[in-house]
């Protein structure tokens, strides 16, 4: 997916009430636990539920937003994105198909994946700051000064970018751990 592919296109929902959508969500998932916004998977839906079910768009893209502002990455299995999010002490992973195709969301237990892997709805729907994203904001204000101070002492920005470059690209080659805030989850 496109970095902020969606923006805040959740909030050009005119209302959208995000209680009663979790609610019906719960129910949903118990009779089908894994659904699709084009519906694959529910048989015999009803016109109250298709309502919802075509606006999982809204919950994925509100998802989204909160995760990349607290800096929670996503997962990535083929060309899906996912998120997994918890209410109620149930888990929930949604996710994004190729570019946008579709959505779709899977009711899964909590207790086969790392807690820390699991958004609080609330905090999602609240837009509270997690903890874990005040200490990275932290840590970028070190390193924003640290680079000020590198600049400072003579060092061409040139030089501290292409060093700082080099080692983003030597992280994101290491493959076959997929992180949730630091620890590998479950598979």
Request: hydrophobic residues 30%.
């Amino acid at each position: 997916m496109k970095e902020n592919c969606f923006g805040d296109y959740w909030k050009s929902v005119p209302y959208f009430e995000w209680e009663e959508y979790i609610v019906w969500l719960e129910s949903f998932t118990e009779r089908y636990p894994v659904f699709s916004n084009d519906l694959l998977g529910c048989t015999d839906v009803s016109v109250s539920d298709l309502r919802y079910v075509k606006n999982l768009v809204y919950l994925f893209a509100k998802v989204d937003d909160y995760a990349k502002k607290n800096y929670l990455g996503s997962f990535h299995r083929n060309d899906n994105e996912s998120y997994y999010f918890s209410f109620r002490n149930i888990g929930y992973e949604i996710g994004m198909i190729g570019e946008g195709e579709s959505f779709y969301c899977l009711r899964v237990n909590k207790n086969e994946y790392y807690e820390d892997c699991f958004i609080n709805y609330d905090d999602i729907v609240s837009e509270r700051r997690s903890n874990y994203a005040q200490l990275i904001d932290r840590k970028l204000d070190i390193l924003s000064e640290m680079i000020g101070v590198l600049h400072e002492s003579g060092i061409p920005l040139e030089t501290i970018k292409q060093v700082v470059y080099s080692k983003v690209e030597s992280l994101e080659k290491k493959e076959g751990i997929k992180l949730c805030k630091g620890k590998k989850y479950k598979e």
